[in-house]
Structures are given as C-alpha cells and as structure tokens.
C-alpha cells in the first residue's frame, strides 16, 4: 500500500468519522453525531463532502415508522484511510519520536 | 502536504481512541452474562421439574428474558464493529469458549444422571452459569485486546 496523506480526511472532524467508520461496517447517523458532538447538520455536510469525494456510503431504512440513517466506508474510503495512515506512520516513524505502532492509546487528545 | 511530526502523532491517537470507542460499544457486558446464566439455571430447572406449570412459567420467563437482554444489548451497541477485527484468533475463541462449556454442562449432567443424582441436569448447569458470569467478562477481554491489536488500517 501507497502511503498518501489525504487533506480530506486529515480535517480533524472528519479524522474522527473515518476513524469510526474504519472500525465499523456500519454506523448509525445518531451515532455518529453523538460521539463526535456535532449537530445534525454540521454532520450531514462533513458526510456530504466524504460522500462526494466517494469515500462513504449513506443509507436511508425505515425501521418500523422511523427513519434511519446509516453511514460506512466504502472500498476507496477505506483504501484512503489506509494510505493516510500509513502517511502518518511514515512521518513519526522519520521524525524519531517514539511510537509504538498500531497499540492502543490510553488517553492523548 | 507534510505536518509536524507531532501532528501526526496526535491524529493517530485520535484514529486508536475511535477505535477504542467503536470495540467498547460492541463488547456484551458483564451483567449479560450473569443474567443467562441464571436464566438458563432456571429454565432447566423448570423442565427439569416436569411440572407442567413450572415448565409453562419457566418457558415463558426464558423467552421473554433472553429476548429482554439480546434486545437491551443490540440497543446498547448502537454499532456494528466491523468483522474482521475480530479475526480468527476471536472467533476460535468464541467457539472456544461456548463448547467448552456446552462440553462441561452436558458431562456433568449425563454423570449425575448416571450416578442416579437429583436434578442433574440443573446441577450441571449451575457450573456453566457459572462460567458464563465469569468467563463472559474475560472473553469480552481477550477480544477488547484482539480487536485493538489489529492493524489501524490496511490489514483487513
């Protein structure tokens, strides 16, 4: 895989929602919305944009009388994420700082 | 475009805590496992009783407890965490873990039936229920420590 650094995603609201859904296959609007904070409608302009780019997927259902919204990644999103990734990784691993590798974090940000 | 190293470091910690997020929203908690075990006791003991109204009442609570708790669980998830992160490495232990036990009650019980004991099957059920409530936590563990050892990307 090609390290690229992606200034869409690297936008930190949108690091956030990629971050979710690189983890999910699904994920629920309301989800989203409150684990990243964001209202309904600065969400639905960041998923625009992902959506655009062709890096998310969205789903309208009906789940009885409710309607619902779904989000995922798509194959091109997901092959973004991972170069941006890997962009990040190249650039610490350069500078020399000390970074464990793909371990899980305990509490930075 | 390049960022200061810093930078990046910090959005990769950004990327591990979602992660984090997603893996906890998906991991069944512990009081899960305490109520099946329990449920489960009780049904057993409710056939096991072959009073038709205990095993009426205990069907029914079964039921609507086992769909109570799914229900609770899946509303509580809210997130699908995505298959591959658990891996294989998960799913034998999940397998793992539900023969072992499924092994361990139908044993014990068929021993005690053997033996000519009273209520075998519910007795063998007791250490199951037992196991549940306390191996369902340190599975849920195991696979916290699986899903967060994945690659963040790109192995998938």
Known sequence: MTAQFDDLIHAPTRLSLVSLLAATDWADFKYLRDTVGLSDSALSKQLTTLEEAGYVGIRKAFVGKRPRTSVRLTPAGQAAFAAHVAALQEIVARSGLTVVPDQPATGLL | ?156
């Open chain 2, 1 to 156: 475009m390049t960022i200061p190293p810093i930078d990046a470091e910090l959005a990769l910690a950004e990327i591990r805590i979602r992660r984090e997020q997603v893996v906890g929203a998906n991991l069944v908690p512990a009081w899960f496992w305490v109520a099946i075990g329990g449920l489960m006791v009780m049904f057993v003991a409710a056939v096991e009783s072959a009073r038709p109204v205990f095993v009426a009442v205990g069907s029914v609570v079964y039921a609507l407890g086992l769909a109570g708790l799914i229900l609770a669980v899946v509303r509580r998830g809210r997130v699908q965490v995505r298959p591959s992160l658990i891996g294989a490495r998960g799913a034998l232990a999940i397998a793992g873990f539900t023969l072992v036990l499924v092994a361990a009650g139908v044993g014990l019980g068929l021993l005690l039936e053997a033996a000519g004991a009273g209520w075998p099957a519910t007795i063998g059920c007791v250490p199951v229920a037992i196991g549940l409530a306390a191996g369902g936590p340190l599975l849920m563990s195991y696979l916290r420590r699986v899903m967060l050892s994945r690659p963040l990307a790109g192995s998938r």
